[in-house]
Protein backbone atom coordinates (compact mmCIF):
# COMPACT_ATOMS: atom_id res chain seq x y z
CA UNK A 1 0.00 0.00 0.00
CA UNK A 2 1.34 3.04 -1.04
CA UNK A 3 1.48 5.73 1.13
CA UNK A 4 -1.09 8.56 1.37
CA UNK A 5 0.16 12.11 0.32
CA UNK A 6 -0.02 15.04 2.67
CA UNK A 7 -1.79 18.19 0.90
CA UNK A 8 -1.28 21.07 2.68
CA UNK A 9 -3.57 24.19 3.08
CA UNK A 10 -2.87 27.62 3.25
CA UNK A 11 -3.98 29.85 5.65
CA UNK A 12 -5.62 33.40 4.32
CA UNK A 13 -2.95 35.77 3.64
CA UNK A 14 0.00 32.83 2.60
CA UNK A 15 1.11 31.04 -0.08
CA UNK A 16 2.24 27.11 -0.10
CA UNK A 17 5.55 28.62 0.02
CA UNK A 18 4.36 28.95 4.07
CA UNK A 19 4.91 25.34 4.23
CA UNK A 20 8.78 25.14 2.78
CA UNK A 21 10.77 24.19 6.22
CA UNK A 22 8.04 21.96 7.07
CA UNK A 23 7.71 19.77 3.65
CA UNK A 24 11.59 18.63 3.77
CA UNK A 25 10.82 16.52 7.45
CA UNK A 26 7.47 14.40 5.89
CA UNK A 27 9.58 13.91 3.05
CA UNK A 28 12.25 12.39 4.91
CA UNK A 29 9.19 10.49 6.72
CA UNK A 30 8.30 9.18 3.51
CA UNK A 31 5.65 10.68 2.94
CA UNK A 32 4.78 12.98 -0.87
CA UNK A 33 3.44 16.37 -0.29
CA UNK A 34 1.37 18.92 -2.28
CA UNK A 35 1.13 22.66 -0.66
CA UNK A 36 -1.07 23.94 -2.48
CA UNK A 37 -2.70 27.85 -3.21
CA UNK A 38 -6.62 28.92 -3.88
CA UNK A 39 -7.54 31.58 -5.88
CA UNK A 40 -8.70 34.05 -2.97
CA UNK A 41 -5.01 34.95 -2.14
CA UNK A 42 -4.06 37.96 -3.90
CA UNK A 43 -7.11 37.39 -6.24
CA UNK A 44 -7.31 39.35 -9.73
CA UNK A 45 -10.55 39.88 -9.52
CA UNK A 46 -11.41 40.21 -5.75
CA UNK A 47 -15.56 41.26 -6.50
CA UNK A 48 -15.62 37.41 -7.80
CA UNK A 49 -14.38 35.44 -4.57
CA UNK A 50 -15.54 33.76 -2.09
CA UNK A 51 -15.10 30.64 0.25
CA UNK A 52 -16.86 28.17 -2.45
CA UNK A 53 -14.54 29.06 -5.42
CA UNK A 54 -11.63 27.88 -3.44
CA UNK A 55 -13.26 24.80 -2.26
CA UNK A 56 -14.56 24.11 -5.99
CA UNK A 57 -10.78 24.47 -6.80
CA UNK A 58 -8.97 22.54 -4.10
CA UNK A 59 -10.96 19.80 -4.50
CA UNK A 60 -10.90 19.35 -8.33
CA UNK A 61 -8.08 20.41 -8.91
CA UNK A 62 -5.79 19.01 -6.02
CA UNK A 63 -7.87 16.13 -4.42
CA UNK A 64 -9.95 14.35 -6.82
CA UNK A 65 -6.61 14.53 -9.29
CA UNK A 66 -4.75 12.25 -6.15
CA UNK A 67 -7.90 10.09 -5.54
CA UNK A 68 -8.50 8.98 -9.11
CA UNK A 69 -5.22 7.94 -9.00
CA UNK A 70 -5.51 5.65 -6.26
CA UNK A 71 -3.89 7.45 -3.61
CA UNK A 72 -5.12 8.41 -0.46
CA UNK A 73 -4.87 12.10 1.11
CA UNK A 74 -4.30 13.47 4.19
CA UNK A 75 -5.57 16.92 4.56
CA UNK A 76 -3.34 19.36 6.44
CA UNK A 77 -5.44 22.66 6.60
CA UNK A 78 -4.13 25.89 8.45
CA UNK A 79 -6.65 28.65 9.58
CA UNK A 80 -8.82 29.83 6.58
CA UNK A 81 -7.78 26.50 5.00
CA UNK A 82 -10.09 25.19 7.62
CA UNK A 83 -12.90 26.51 6.01
CA UNK A 84 -11.90 25.53 2.58
CA UNK A 85 -10.56 22.22 3.03
CA UNK A 86 -13.21 21.04 5.84
CA UNK A 87 -15.68 21.74 2.46
CA UNK A 88 -13.77 20.16 -0.07
CA UNK A 89 -13.60 17.27 1.47
CA UNK A 90 -16.93 16.30 1.42
CA UNK A 91 -18.29 13.31 0.09
CA UNK A 92 -14.39 12.11 -0.61
CA UNK A 93 -13.95 9.69 2.80
CA UNK A 94 -12.52 6.47 2.03
CA UNK A 95 -15.93 4.81 2.47
CA UNK A 96 -18.23 6.49 0.36
CA UNK A 97 -15.49 6.72 -2.03
CA UNK A 98 -15.08 2.87 -2.35
CA UNK A 99 -18.84 2.50 -1.78
CA UNK A 100 -19.27 3.99 -5.01
CA UNK A 101 -16.20 1.82 -6.46
CA UNK A 102 -14.09 4.86 -6.97
CA UNK A 103 -10.33 4.30 -5.66
CA UNK A 104 -8.67 6.94 -3.31
CA UNK A 105 -10.20 8.69 -0.50
CA UNK A 106 -9.61 11.41 2.28
CA UNK A 107 -8.58 9.27 5.63
CA UNK A 108 -7.78 12.18 7.67
CA UNK A 109 -8.09 15.69 8.59
CA UNK A 110 -5.60 17.77 10.79
CA UNK A 111 -6.61 21.41 11.53
CA UNK A 112 -3.68 23.57 12.50
CA UNK A 113 -5.46 26.65 14.29
CA UNK A 114 -8.21 25.90 11.59
CA UNK A 115 -11.37 27.44 11.30
CA UNK A 116 -14.25 24.93 11.74
CA UNK A 117 -17.15 26.82 10.30
CA UNK A 118 -20.94 25.12 9.68
CA UNK A 119 -22.37 25.18 6.73
CA UNK A 120 -23.00 28.62 5.37
CA UNK A 121 -20.93 29.63 7.92
CA UNK A 122 -18.76 32.83 6.93
CA UNK A 123 -15.63 33.76 8.97
CA UNK A 124 -16.36 36.38 9.89
CA UNK A 125 -19.48 35.30 11.37
CA UNK A 126 -17.17 32.29 13.06
CA UNK A 127 -14.74 34.95 14.75
CA UNK A 128 -18.04 37.34 15.72
CA UNK A 129 -19.79 39.29 13.48
CA UNK A 130 -16.96 41.51 12.67
CA UNK A 131 -13.35 42.11 11.52
CA UNK A 132 -10.63 41.74 13.97
CA UNK A 133 -8.50 45.28 14.37
CA UNK A 134 -5.31 43.19 12.78
CA UNK A 135 -7.07 43.14 9.49
CA UNK A 136 -6.64 46.12 7.55
CA UNK A 137 -9.73 45.93 4.88
CA UNK A 138 -9.26 47.40 1.36
CA UNK A 139 -5.26 47.65 1.69
CA UNK A 140 -3.37 47.39 -0.88
CA UNK A 141 -6.73 48.00 -2.92
CA UNK A 142 -10.44 47.79 -2.67
CA UNK A 143 -11.75 44.53 -2.15
CA UNK A 144 -8.54 42.94 -0.60
CA UNK A 145 -7.47 42.90 2.84
CA UNK A 146 -3.64 42.41 4.70
CA UNK A 147 -2.96 41.06 8.51
CA UNK A 148 -0.82 43.64 10.21
CA UNK A 149 1.56 44.17 11.94
CA UNK A 150 2.17 40.56 10.37
CA UNK A 151 5.12 39.70 13.40
CA UNK A 152 2.80 40.79 16.23
CA UNK A 153 -0.42 38.70 15.16
CA UNK A 154 1.66 35.70 13.01
CA UNK A 155 4.98 35.06 13.82
CA UNK A 156 4.98 36.00 17.46
CA UNK A 157 7.15 33.25 18.25
CA UNK A 158 9.84 33.80 15.51
CA UNK A 159 12.92 36.13 15.85
CA UNK A 160 12.63 39.37 14.40
CA UNK A 161 15.82 38.47 12.64
CA UNK A 162 12.78 36.55 10.56
CA UNK A 163 10.72 39.85 9.68
CA UNK A 164 12.09 41.15 6.20
CA UNK A 165 11.58 37.68 4.88
CA UNK A 166 8.19 36.50 6.74
CA UNK A 167 6.64 40.30 6.09
CA UNK A 168 7.31 39.70 2.57
CA UNK A 169 5.18 36.46 2.91
CA UNK A 170 2.13 38.03 3.68
CA UNK A 171 -0.03 38.68 0.51
CA UNK A 172 -3.24 40.33 0.22
CA UNK A 173 -6.56 38.53 0.38
CA UNK A 174 -9.88 38.65 -1.39
CA UNK A 175 -12.55 39.92 1.73
CA UNK A 176 -15.49 38.39 0.04
CA UNK A 177 -13.21 34.75 1.00
CA UNK A 178 -14.58 35.33 4.36
CA UNK A 179 -17.48 36.71 3.98
CA UNK A 180 -19.67 34.49 2.39
CA UNK A 181 -19.58 30.31 3.39
CA UNK A 182 -18.82 27.14 2.55
CA UNK A 183 -21.21 24.28 1.83
CA UNK A 184 -21.57 21.10 4.11
CA UNK A 185 -18.17 20.74 5.89
CA UNK A 186 -16.52 16.53 5.86
CA UNK A 187 -15.59 16.86 9.84
CA UNK A 188 -19.67 16.62 10.00
CA UNK A 189 -19.16 12.64 8.66
CA UNK A 190 -19.53 10.23 10.92
CA UNK A 191 -16.61 8.51 8.38
CA UNK A 192 -14.04 11.23 9.94
CA UNK A 193 -14.53 9.44 13.36
CA UNK A 194 -11.11 9.25 14.48
CA UNK A 195 -9.55 10.75 11.79
CA UNK A 196 -10.07 14.54 12.73
CA UNK A 197 -7.12 16.14 14.91
CA UNK A 198 -6.99 19.42 15.88
CA UNK A 199 -3.43 21.00 16.61
CA UNK A 200 -4.10 23.79 19.19
CA UNK A 201 -1.81 26.22 18.84
CA UNK A 202 -1.54 27.54 22.90
CA UNK A 203 0.42 31.42 22.00
CA UNK A 204 -1.58 32.15 18.93
CA UNK A 205 -2.25 36.02 18.90
CA UNK A 206 -4.09 35.76 15.46
CA UNK A 207 -6.64 32.72 16.64
CA UNK A 208 -6.86 32.41 20.45
CA UNK A 209 -7.16 28.92 21.74
CA UNK A 210 -9.90 29.50 23.45
CA UNK A 211 -11.72 30.83 20.15
CA UNK A 212 -10.21 27.19 18.68
CA UNK A 213 -11.96 25.66 21.89
CA UNK A 214 -15.00 26.91 21.00
CA UNK A 215 -14.96 26.10 17.16
CA UNK A 216 -14.34 22.39 18.00
CA UNK A 217 -17.35 22.62 20.74
CA UNK A 218 -19.89 24.06 18.21
CA UNK A 219 -18.52 21.06 15.41
CA UNK A 220 -20.30 18.56 17.91
CA UNK A 221 -18.05 16.06 16.45
CA UNK A 222 -14.55 14.62 18.51
CA UNK A 223 -11.32 15.73 17.70
CA UNK A 224 -8.05 14.43 18.64
CA UNK A 225 -6.55 17.83 20.06
CA UNK A 226 -2.98 18.26 20.18
CA UNK A 227 -1.52 20.96 22.29
CA UNK A 228 1.57 22.72 20.82
CA UNK A 229 2.92 25.40 22.05
CA UNK A 230 3.56 27.71 19.03
CA UNK A 231 1.89 31.03 17.43
CA UNK A 232 -0.48 31.13 14.61
CA UNK A 233 2.19 29.80 12.01
CA UNK A 234 3.99 26.44 13.78
CA UNK A 235 5.16 25.25 10.20
CA UNK A 236 7.57 27.99 10.52
CA UNK A 237 8.48 28.78 13.85
CA UNK A 238 8.65 24.54 15.10
CA UNK A 239 8.53 22.65 11.33
CA UNK A 240 10.46 19.48 12.98
CA UNK A 241 8.12 19.17 15.83
CA UNK A 242 5.28 19.68 13.49
CA UNK A 243 6.36 17.00 11.23
CA UNK A 244 6.49 14.65 13.66
CA UNK A 245 3.06 15.07 14.83
CA UNK A 246 1.48 15.22 11.45
CA UNK A 247 3.40 11.26 10.71
CA UNK A 248 2.12 10.64 14.17
CA UNK A 249 -1.67 11.46 13.21
CA UNK A 250 -1.03 9.52 10.11
CA UNK A 251 0.38 6.79 11.26
CA UNK A 252 -3.11 6.63 13.68
CA UNK A 253 -5.23 6.94 10.65
CA UNK A 254 -3.30 4.12 8.60
CA UNK A 255 -3.48 1.59 11.60
CA UNK A 256 -7.31 2.45 12.21
C1 LIG B 1 -0.90 40.50 -6.46
O1 LIG B 1 -1.27 40.29 -7.81
C2 LIG B 1 -0.99 41.38 -8.65
C3 LIG B 1 -1.56 41.05 -10.03
O2 LIG B 1 -2.95 40.82 -9.94
C4 LIG B 1 0.51 41.62 -8.69
O3 LIG B 1 0.78 42.74 -9.49
C5 LIG B 1 0.99 41.87 -7.28
O4 LIG B 1 2.41 41.96 -7.29
C6 LIG B 1 0.60 40.74 -6.36
N1 LIG B 1 0.94 41.10 -4.99
C7 LIG B 1 1.70 40.33 -4.21
C8 LIG B 1 2.02 40.88 -2.88
O5 LIG B 1 2.09 39.22 -4.53
Redesign the pocket.
Known sequence: MSSPIFVLVPGAFGTPSAYDKLVPYLEKAGFATMPEPYPSC?H?NPSIASCQEDITSLREKIILPILEQGSDVILVVHSYGGAVGGAAATGLDKKTRAANGLPGGVIGLIYIAGNVLLEGESLIQAVGGAYPPYIKTDKPSPGLSLIEPAMDVLYNDCGQALAPELEAAV??HAQLAFETGPTAPAWADAAFEGRRTYIRTEDDCCIPASLQDAWMEKSGVKWDVVHFKSSHMPFVSKPKDLAEQLVKSANGYLAL
Open positions: NSKP
